[in-house]
């Protein structure tokens, strides 16, 4: 076990970076990356959750919806953080800084039945949504278009998701009424 005390990269910090962008740029574009950073991770342990707790007639099918989910929000997490490091920050990490950063809250440890549940996950990706739209026009704005292009994609999945969560809310279901008495 390494026993080095030296800090590298002070948390909150923005460096120089080899993509030659301005530093004053950057420290703003870092700061929106690291709430979407904060965001996905808080989107992915509430996906995650659900994804366990899932219960009923659509089991299967939201059970590998969800799990899927999640997986999404943890790479899309990942791309981020890089990103972060490459305009010389430091991504956000730990329980504490990810709450602190999100623009979002966790539903909390209390398990739901499975439509609150989504309609909670619903909730959350519009909120996700307008932050990261809001991110992209940042980026965009500052002359940095490969995190635009990046936070794009972010939104494509996000927005596709809230869709996909929009419909299994519908009120059309195979399961029969006498089976929910």
């Known amino acids: 076990m390494s026993t080095q005390k030296t800090v590298r990269r002070e948390a909150g910090t923005v460096e120089e970076n080899a993509l030659r962008l301005d530093r004053g ?11 979407d950073l904060a965001a996905s991770y808080v989107l992915y342990h509430q996906l995650r959750k659900h994804h366990w707790n899932v219960e009923g007639a659509e089991f299967n099918d939201l059970h590998e919806f969800l799990g899927d989910r999640a997986e999404e929000a943890e790479d899309a997490a990942d791309d981020i953080a890089e990103r972060v490091q490459a305009l010389g920050g ?5 329980p504490a800084a990810l709450g602190e950063h999100a623009p979002v809250d966790f539903e909390g440890e209390d398990v739901y039945d499975i439509r609150t549940s989504l309609e909670n996950d619903r909730e959350m990706y519009g909120d996700i949504i307008e932050s990261v739209r809001d991110h992209v026009a940042l980026a965009e704005d500052l002359g940095d ?3 635009s292009e990046l936070l794009r994609d972010v939104l494509e999945e996000l927005e596709d998701d809230a869709h996909d969560i929009d419909h299994y809310l519908e009120d059309d279901t195979l399961v029969l009424e006498s089976a929910t008495n």
């Open 25 to 35: 740029k950057a420290e703003q574009i870092v700061e929106a990356l690291n709430t």
């Open 90 to 94: 430091v991504p956000v990490s730990g």
């Open 145 to 147: 278009y490969a995190t």
